[in-house]
Nanobody
Framework: QLHVVESGGGLVQPGWSMRLTCTAS????????MAWFRQAPGKEPEGVSC???????HYVDSVKGRFTISRDNREATVYLQMTDLKPEDTAVYYC???????????????????WGQGTQVTVSS
């Protein structure tokens, strides 16, 4: 069973940085593509970034140049480094295992994917 747990959220001011961590268990991370999604209040979930098993990455346009996804298979961990955070980045961020990591976020969902419980990121002055 694919199990992931997010950590690292909180309250930061605009322009600050934050790193989210996704810890995987119950499966061998090496073989799976992973993603970060987010959901802002009143909005549908949005794909933010994904990383495939070869560490190839894709990003939604709104975070390109500011966010970086990475993975450490030995530690069974996926990271999302976020810089120059903006109020519009405020959302609950979810780690998702077993996605289809393609160029367009609308194609990332997989019927067999597994979501974590989410971590709140709030960007406010």
């Amino acid at each position: 069973q694919l199990h992931v747990v997010e950590s690292g959220g909180g309250l930061v001011q605009p322009g600050w940085s934050m790193r989210l961590t996704c810890t995987a268990s119950g499966f061998t991370l090496d073989y799976y593509a992973m993603a970060w999604f987010r959901q802002a209040p009143g909005k549908e979930p949005e794909g933010v970034s994904c990383i495939n098993s070869l560490a190839g990455t894709h990003y939604v346009d709104s975070v390109k140049g500011r966010f970086t996804i990475s993975r450490d298979n030995r530690e069974a961990t996926v990271y999302l480094q976020m810089t120059d955070l903006k109020p519009e980045d405020t959302a609950v961020y979810y780690c998702v295992a077993n996605v289809e990591c393609m160029a367009a976020p609308q194609y990332w969902n997989n019927p067999d994917e597994s979501w974590g419980q989410g971590t709140q990121v709030t960007v406010s002055s």
